[in-house]
């Protein structure tokens, strides 16, 4: 078992100063638009993982106007209590904490309290190119098998240095460009096998979830796509050529995508915006089960927002999961309190847990009940 027992933000966002005490169950977050529902949901994703769940940089989270900001979070997790802290001040490097000693390298915090966050922003997915999937992923990934977040890390370090190298037109060192493809080409191939080897038990868990949101109704497929296969050498080497022309790299496991797919047709060209969203949640819910399944954690489940353009057939399916009791601890932002507060008070299976709900208003929590 898993679960966030509290929070402080300081200068976090809108948020001077907040100290919330959390339920082990469901948590409902409700407040107007831009009260600060999200920021708090991206509060608990810093503790989670060392960064925001939305792209920009960290510095944008400090409150305006100030020069800091100090997040401290206090986990259970088989029955141990352990104190997270995560400080960023202006023009410095971000400092993560567990009781008090600070990690050396960040990641090493990352799977240790997983999380999975669902946004409206999710069907970026869909839409964006594929940096934005292979980051899901990669994401994923990552909180199940701590060795693919370093070969990622050394991957991209030792990319960044070959197209640094690239750049020096006409006068290229290849001796050094031997010794950075030799290191390139073993981990690029260490990566795309567990990209493929995931992408594959990934897919039945992603399908199971897909066909219980949308009825069977609709084929879908998830495939992966990557040049890295048994002669990567070649071919990187084959295109030096053409790297050295356009000053990057064109091949390796950072052009790799993942297709979605739906009546084998692809989503984002064919799909309807609902069934992009039920596509992406179906994601999200793997996502959740696969972490749990290979870490034996459930992961913290944060809910942004999530009702929005779903059909009443969908809401409710989805309803039904959220309110069956399967998750562990969620976190569950919406505008309209009414809706959220039927959904953990109606239910029977739920609402004899220990649920909090927290009325949020610029910043600050007006009101708590249980
Ligand atoms: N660094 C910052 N300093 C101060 N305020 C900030 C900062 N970053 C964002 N904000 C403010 O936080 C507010 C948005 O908060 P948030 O996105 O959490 O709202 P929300 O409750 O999720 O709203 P919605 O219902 O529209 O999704 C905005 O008013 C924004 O200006
Ligand atoms: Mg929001």
């Known amino acids: 078992m898993l679960h966030l027992q509290n929070i402080r933000?300081?200068?976090?966002?809108?948020?001077?100063?907040?100290?919330?005490?959390?339920?082990?169950?469901?948590?409902?977050?409700?407040?107007?638009?831009?009260?600060?529902?999200?920021?708090?949901?991206?509060?608990?994703?810093?503790l989670s993982l060392g960064k925001s769940a939305f792209s920009g940089s960290?510095?944008?989270?400090?409150?305006?106007?100030?020069?800091y900001f100090?997040?401290?979070?206090?986990?259970?997790?088989?029955?141990?209590?352990?104190?997270i802290q995560c400080m960023l001040e202006r023009g410095k490097?971000?400092?993560?904490?567990?009781?008090?000693?600070?990690?050396?390298?960040?990641?090493?915090?990352?799977?240790?309290?997983?999380?999975?966050?669902?946004?409206?922003?999710?069907?970026?997915?869909?839409?964006?190119?594929?940096?934005?999937?292979?980051?899901?992923?990669?994401?994923?990934?990552?909180?199940?098998?701590?060795?693919?977040?370093?070969?990622?890390?050394?991957?991209?370090?030792?990319?960044?240095?070959?197209?640094?190298l690239l750049k020096n037109e006409g006068r290229i060192d290849y001796t050094l460009l031997d010794i950075y493809d030799a290191q390139i080409v073993p981990l690029a191939k260490s990566i795309a096998k567990i990209r493929a080897d995931f992408t594959q038990d990934f897919k039945?868990?992603?399908?199971?979830?897909h066909n219980f949101l949308a009825t069977d109704k609709e084929q879908v497929a998830l495939k992966y796509r990557t040049h890295v296969e048994e002669d990567f050498e070649t071919l990187l080497h084959d295109n030096r050529p053409q790297d050295i022309k356009l000053e990057r790299s064109e091949k390796g496991i950072h052009k790799d995508d993942f297709k979605f797919l739906i009546a084998s047709r692809s989503l984002k060209q064919f799909g309807s915006q609902g069934?992009?969203?039920?596509?992406?949640?179906?994601?999200?819910?793997?996502?959740?089960?696969?972490?749990?399944?290979?870490?034996?954690?459930?992961?913290?489940?944060?809910?942004?927002?999530?009702?929005d353009k779903l059909d009443d057939y969908r809401m409710q399916r989805l309803t039904e999961r959220i309110s069956g009791g399967e998750f562990g601890q969620i976190f569950i932002s919406d505008a309209r309190p009414e809706r959220t507060e039927q959904l953990f008070k109606n239910s029977e299976k739920v609402a004899s847990q220990n649920n909090h709900f927290f009325y949020i208003h610029k910043g600050q929590l007006l009101e708590k009940s249980i």
């Open 204 to 209: 039945e868990v992603f399908q199971k979830h």
């Open 58 to 67: 960290d510095n944008f989270n400090i409150r305006h106007g100030e020069s």
């Open 93 to 164: 490097r971000k400092v993560l904490k567990q009781d008090g000693q600070p990690y050396e390298r960040l990641s090493a915090h990352v799977g240790r309290f997983p999380s999975v966050m669902m946004t409206p922003y999710d069907t970026d997915l869909v839409r964006e190119g594929s940096e934005t999937r292979r980051s899901f992923f990669d994401n994923l990934i990552s909180q199940t098998d701590t060795d693919y977040l370093q070969y990622l890390i050394q991957y991209r370090s030792i990319m960044r240095q070959r197209n640094h």
């Open 9 to 46: 933000l300081i200068n976090f966002k809108n948020y001077e100063s907040l100290d919330l005490v959390f339920s082990p169950y469901a948590n409902c977050i409700l407040g107007e638009n831009g009260s600060g529902k999200t920021n708090l949901l991206d509060a608990i994703h810093y």
């Open 275 to 307: 069934q992009q969203k039920t596509f992406v949640i179906a994601l999200q819910l793997a996502k959740y089960d696969f972490i749990k399944m290979r870490t034996g954690l459930q992961p913290l489940l944060l809910l942004d927002d999530i009702f």
């Open 70 to 83: 100090a997040l401290r979070g206090e986990f259970v997790k088989s029955e141990q209590q352990l104190q």
